[in-house]
């Protein structure tokens, strides 16, 4: 599978932005998909994940309230909906396949990753 993220780009603390990522093949329910970030100098890390039919989701604690993963799988597209942006939610952001059976929050348990958008929020 390959991916492309977009829709990354420079924010005021408060704003909100709308990451999209689109699967080069019908992603449809094989898939579950995440999304993660990495700050530079620091370790790529869990966002949130959507199972193959969308029917549950999983945000990290530091997104929960202010982060909506979804996804549109008729137009294989999944979607990061980002309110009330931080700072600290400064990093490359990245979209990644996994065709296991279940949802991880691991980096390595995701196939495919595209390669990235940058998201920059200032204060």
């Known amino acids: 599978v390959q991916l492309q993220a977009s829709g990354g780009g420079l924010v005021q603390a408060g704003g909100s932005l709308r990451l999209s990522c689109a699967a080069s093949?019908?992603?449809?329910?094989?898939?579950?998909m995440g999304w993660f970030r990495q700050a530079p100098g620091k370790e790529r890390e869990f966002v949130a994940a959507i199972t193959g039919t969308g029917s549950s989701t999983y945000h990290e604690d530091s997104v929960k309230g202010r982060f909506t993963i979804s996804r549109d799988n008729a137009k294989n597209m999944v979607y990061l909906q980002m309110n009330i942006l931080k700072p600290e939610d400064t990093a490359l952001y990245y979209c990644a396949a996994s065709s296991k059976a279940w949802v991880e929050k691991r980096a390595s348990w995701y196939d495919s990753w595209g390669q990235g958008t940058q998201v920059t929020v200032s204060s």
């Open positions: 093949v019908r992603t449809s329910s094989g898939y579950h």
